[in-house]
């Protein structure tokens, strides 16, 4: 058994597949929707300004399409995953590119193209990655009977927010 496969990170892992569909759906229904979420084991919050009825509809459509087979709406190209894997690939690429650099700021500057050459590189081979993650690792588009119980709006400051309690 994998630690992926231990009940909350499987919940999480879930919830996030859900979260990341239920954003799909409603991108296809609301013209330029601007939306984050977080996924915990509990379930996910979407923030933004939707309606109500419309996050509803959204999320038991991506659950039937989930159920239904259409897995790749697990994976959503503004991840935090996506930017995780960028970020880890072009600090560790950096960083190697350093190493027996001199004490220097002329040396160091002298590393600078191969600095942003390696960067460039890590952001290009990240591309792909990050999807890869998603569908592997930080997401898991088998719902196992995952459905959402409530869907309750709130205001944070002048920001809408919905909790989606699954189970």
């Given amino acids: 058994?994998?630690?992926?496969?231990?009940?909350?990170?499987?919940?999480?892992?879930?919830?996030?597949?859900?979260?990341?569909?239920t954003l799909q759906v409603l991108a296809q229904?609301?013209?330029?929707?601007?939306?984050?979420?977080?996924?915990?084991?509990?379930?996910?919050?979407?923030?933004?300004?939707?309606?109500?009825?419309?996050?509803?509809?959204?999320?038991?459509q991506a659950t039937a399409r989930l159920e239904g087979g259409e897995h790749s709406l697990a994976v959503h190209p503004?991840?935090?995953?996506?930017?995780?894997?960028?970020?880890?690939?072009?600090g560790t690429l950096a960083w190697l590119g350093m190493?027996?650099?001199?004490?220097?700021?002329?040396?160091?500057?002298?590393?600078?193209?191969?600095?942003v050459s390696l960067v460039t590189l890590a952001t290009i081979f990240a591309q792909p990655l990050g999807p890869v993650l998603q569908a592997r690792v930080t997401t898991l588009a088998q719902l196992n009977g995952l459905r959402a119980l409530s869907i309750t709006r709130s205001?944070?400051?002048?920001?809408?927010?919905?909790r989606v309690l699954t189970g």
């Fill in 1 to 21: 058994m994998s630690i992926l496969d231990w009940e909350p990170i499987s919940r999480v892992r879930r919830n996030h597949a859900l979260e990341h569909a």
């Fill in 99 to 115: 190493l027996g650099a001199g004490r220097g700021l002329r040396s160091r500057l002298e590393r600078w193209p191969v600095i």
């Fill in 29 to 60: 229904s609301i013209p330029n929707l601007r939306m984050a979420g977080y996924s915990d084991a509990r379930g996910f919050w979407l923030v933004g300004d939707a309606p109500s009825d419309a996050i509803r509809a959204a999320v038991e």
């Fill in 78 to 90: 503004n991840c935090g995953t996506n930017f995780v894997a960028a970020g880890f690939l072009a």
């Fill in 155 to 162: 205001m944070r400051g002048d920001v809408p927010v919905h």
